[in-house]
């Protein structure tokens, strides 16, 4: 059996007594009573009654429903209290609460008439008044105090709701990045192995090229591989990927791609999610640059916008849109990524470029990833 500890079991019990017993609720009390002492009022008003009589009279009316109302309010906290340690059925559940009601109706009725002949407490106590008192205020209480526990009870469950809806996208967003590990993971060698094959052949009829070849792999992979899983990574490491990987097809495709970056220092601890920018490189220059005979330029940019979020754009002069060009699995993939990281302010955007080629745009909010990040990629670049 497992045992609550005490400090918990208390704030357990508290917590529910506060659900019942708060501000908004006190107040909801002291208009209902109002209500019902205006209406006395009105009701037992006499025509030679001065208006001040009558005022005192209604505050005097307000106070005495007011202590009524209060007194069950105060049962009805201290028996959802009770509640939270008892194992009842639902139906024991609402007889304690009908009781605790009646408990509050007596106890209110027995300070009004205490109050209101106080302090010389010269009329005899009126039994029938004490009934009908208790009768009206234990129906109206029980009415007020289902309405309160269902409204209760429907706020709960909407939290729930929302905390269920929460962690939905939480699986799902990590869901997505395991997707994207295992595409990565797909990509990784098929890159590796054409490369190396690339080498192979480079040695047998360029050595010196072969070298340099080899040079570039090994300089991408020590770039790439510590952060390619992460989730997070700055624009700065992610632009030194791009330009090994770029180096490595230049080597493969000769005068065929030539590439151009242009991103301010001032933005290399931007926040850039791992791989963003090698998918749209890659995307370029697969659908873009190499079904040309002649290849074309890749320009990769990146600024602030004037509202204050990060732009950057990947831009080809290659073919251009051609077919579902725009629609593979990588840039969906990138989108549903950037969408799980930043919700509508991560987009991807596709756009014709002018004389010819694909502009892909990336937004998203601009954060800064750290010192930490900087110096890896400032000792990355004096290392290349």
């Known amino acids: 059996m497992t045992t609550v500890a005490p400090s918990t079991a208390a704030a357990t019990r508290w917590e529910a007594f506060r659900r019942v017993v708060n501000l908004p ?38 106070r005495q429903s007011l202590i009524s109302g209060l007194a069950i309010l105060l049962c009805a906290g201290a028996a959802e209290a009770m509640l939270t340690r008892a194992r009842l059925t639902v139906r024991a559940a609402w007889c304690v609460r009908a009781l605790a009601v009646l408990a509050g109706t007596c106890a209110g009725a027995v300070i009004r008439f205490a109050v209101f002949y106080a302090p010389e407490f010269t009329e005899p106590f ?27 009870s429907e706020r709960a469950a909407a939290e729930r709701l929302a905390q269920a809806w ?3 996208q939480a699986l799902a967003a990590q869901q997505m990045e395991a997707e994207l590990s295992a595409l990565q993971a797909q990509i990784e060698p098929h890159f590796l ?16 090229r072969g070298r340099d070849m080899l040079s570039s792999l090994i300089a991408y992979l ?31 495709m000769g005068e065929r791609l030539r590439f151009h970056i242009d991103t301010p220092p001032a933005l290399h601890d931007a926040e850039m999610p791992p791989m963003v920018i090698a998918t ?16 074309g330029q890749l320009t990769i940019t990146a600024r602030i916008e004037t509202d204050g979020r990060l732009t950057v754009e990947v ?11 725009g629609t593979g699995v990588g840039l969906a993939n990138t989108r549903a990524r950037l969408a799980a990281l930043y919700g509508a302010q991560g987009t991807l955007s596709l756009e014709a470029a002018v004389p010819r080629g694909v502009r892909a745009s990336v937004s998203l909010p601009l954060r800064r990833v750290g010192a930490q990040a900087v110096a890896r990629n400032t000792a990355a670049v004096v290392a290349s």
């Open 315 to 325: 831009q080809d002069d290659g073919r251009g849109f051609v077919g579902a060009a």
């Open 222 to 252: 020590q770039a790439a591989l510590p952060g390619m899983r992460s989730q997070r990574a700055c624009l700065g490491d992610e632009i030194e990927r791009v330009r090994h990987y770029l180096a490595i097809l230049q080597m493969r």
């Open 280 to 295: 749209l490189v890659e995307n370029a220059i697969k659908h873009g640059l190499s079904p040309l005979p002649e290849g």
């Open 193 to 208: 192995f054409n490369t190396l094959a690339t080498v192979k052949r480079l040695y047998d009829v360029a050595p010196g």
């Open 126 to 152: 009126y039994w029938w008044w004490f009934a009908y008192t208790c009768g009206l205020w234990w129906l109206l209480g029980c009415t007020g105090y289902a309405l309160l526990h269902l409204a209760v």
């Open 25 to 62: 609720h006190v107040a909801g009390v002291f208009y209902l009573a109002f209500v019902l002492a205006l209406s006395r009022a009105f009701a037992w008003r006499t025509g030679d009654e001065q208006w001040d009589q009558w005022a005192f009279k209604l505050a005097v009316f307000t």
């Open 166 to 168: 929460l962690s939905r």
